[in-house]
């Protein structure tokens, strides 16, 4: 019995197994020095906190033209991180399934559902056994419009600098080439950072600011490629 292929389906299966080749590639590459730190709480079942930043009223950064939301973004590449660890295997907990804001139903002002909202993901974070903190973002720097890349940074808690190396070095392969970044240590002023009791790392995956990356960050296969890579650059750690 023979098994007929039309082009199209070929051409699917042709993406996929590039696709999981890629992600290979970069989920062995290259980490042998750093720590696990998915490991690091030993026998503890660990479960990855993604955290699309902002939401609802809170659209975050924006385009140059305004037409684009840093919330909206921030939503798509983290629904499909949590695809990815669910297809491998790995726990998650997401703070925001939608573009609203999760603040309490007291809160009126905009200042106060701000407030809320950095509580409530605080406490998520804070009551989840075993958790490690992934929080998704984009990054805005209107005095520098050539200013483009993925950049990761770090809470004080252990484990985390090693962690967010890895998922560096991961960006850095997958869609930084010629434009390497290094991990830097998030400041004290940021309160969900410096509030949880986890590790955590927070990702920039892009500048609004840049127009040409802005386009690029619309791209669903774009995408798919920043959450490939921070997925792999986790479970590599």
């Not at 051409?11 to 020095?33: E, Q």
């Not at 695809?83 to 309490?104: A, C």
């Amino acid at each position: 019995m023979f098994l007929v292929l039309k082009k199209q389906n070929l051409l699917v299966c042709g993406l996929l197994c590039c696709f999981f080749a890629a992600f290979a590639v970069l989920l062995w590459t290259g980490h042998s020095k750093t720590v696990p730190v998915f490991a690091a709480l030993g026998e503890e079942r660990v479960t990855l906190v993604i955290d699309p930043g902002h939401g609802g009223e809170d659209g975050g950064a924006v385009s140059a033209d305004g037409a684009v939301k840093e919330s909206g973004l921030n939503l798509s590449i983290a629904l499909r991180v949590e695809d990815f660890m669910t297809f491998l295997g790995q726990p998650t907990v997401m703070t925001r399934r939608e573009d609203v804001s999760i603040h309490s139903q007291e809160a009126a002002t905009a200042r106060q559902k701000k407030v809320s909202d950095l509580h409530n993901r605080v406490a998520l974070v804070n009551g989840t056994e075993g958790a490690v903190l992934l929080s998704i973002h984009q990054n805005s720097l209107p005095s520098s419009t050539v200013t483009h890349g993925a950049q990761v940074f770090w809470n004080s808690k252990e484990g985390a600098d090693a962690l967010a190396q890895s998922v560096q070095d991961a960006l850095n392969t997958a869609v930084n080439t010629g434009n390497e970044k290094k991990t830097k240590s998030i400041p004290a002023t940021i309160y969900l950072m410096k509030n949880i009791n986890a590790p955590g790392i927070l990702v920039e995956c892009g500048f609004l600011s840049n127009r040409e990356e802005t386009a690029m960050l619309q791209q669903p296969a774009y995408q798919t490629r920043l959450a490939a890579a921070i997925t792999a650059g986790c479970l590599a750690s």
